[in-house]
């Protein structure tokens, strides 16, 4: 009954080796998210589709793009990873806007270590 | 100010305590808020939305007070398993698909 699922759950990848995260929800919600986090801080999001439509936050650097194929799968690409982009990266989604609640659901979770 | 503000903690609660956690918030159009809850090394976890009216889940009470846009999480007879960080979730603008802004949480510990 997972819901939403992230693959793989670690993963390593050397510096400067592009790398890619895959995200899948059975829960057919219209919107993901990719948020990224480091020890002890808060989740940071990084981009998320509505539906087709990507929307990039403004702090997000060029290293990271993201790819929705279809409702189901969202992909974090990370082009040239640096020491500094080990991090949880976390998928999330959540039903269309304009419902009461904007809650989301997060998979468990992709820990990514470059050496 | 930042976005979204907790204290760090950690709280030192013993078994069986009340324990409240507060959280301020700088914009004033977020229409939604919520308590995620998150264990070491896990997804954060949706605890509650918070309402405008307050809302109870069992043990757990959350108030919204948008006046002083600050939110609370209250939590009585306190359990071991209660132990975890406790992040305060709003919404980034108004409404809309545009992701959440996350506290950095307060870390709860339960002691026996």
């Known amino acids: 009954d997972a819901m939403v699922i992230q693959n793989p759950r670690y993963q390593v990848t050397q510096f400067g080796k592009p790398v890619t995260l895959s995200c899948s929800q059975t829960?057919?919600?219209?919107?993901m998210y990719w948020y990224q986090q480091k020890s002890s801080q808060a989740p940071k999001l990084l981009f998320h589709y509505y539906d087709k439509d990507f929307n990039n936050e403004a702090d997000t650097p060029d290293n990271f793009q993201s790819r929705r194929p279809n409702t189901s799968f969202c992909f974090l690409d990370i082009r040239s990873p640096g020491l500094g982009d080990a991090a949880m990266y976390l998928c999330?989604?959540?039903?269309?806007?304009?419902?009461?609640?904007?809650?989301?659901?997060f998979g468990p979770g992709t820990r990514l270590t470059v050496t | 100010r930042k976005e979204v503000e907790q204290d760090p903690g950690p709280f030192n609660v013993p078994e069986g305590a009340t324990v409240a956690f507060n959280c301020t918030y700088s914009n004033s159009a977020s229409q939604s808020f919520f308590w995620y809850r998150q264990d070491c090394r896990k997804e954060p976890k949706l605890l509650m939305s918070v309402y405008s009216s307050g809302n109870e889940d069992g043990r757990f009470t959350a108030q919204l007070n948008r006046a002083s846009q600050y939110i609370s999480l209250l939590i009585r007879d306190s359990k071991l398993s209660d132990s975890a960080t406790y992040l305060c979730?709003?919404?980034?603008?108004?409404?809309?698909?545009?992701?959440?802004?996350f506290g950095k949480g307060t870390h709860l510990i339960i002691q026996p």
């Open positions: 999330a989604t959540s039903r269309r806007p304009g419902t009461s609640s904007y809650e989301q659901y």
């Open positions: 829960l057919n919600h219209n919107v």
């Open positions: 979730v709003v919404n980034k603008l108004g409404g809309g698909a545009d992701g959440l802004t």
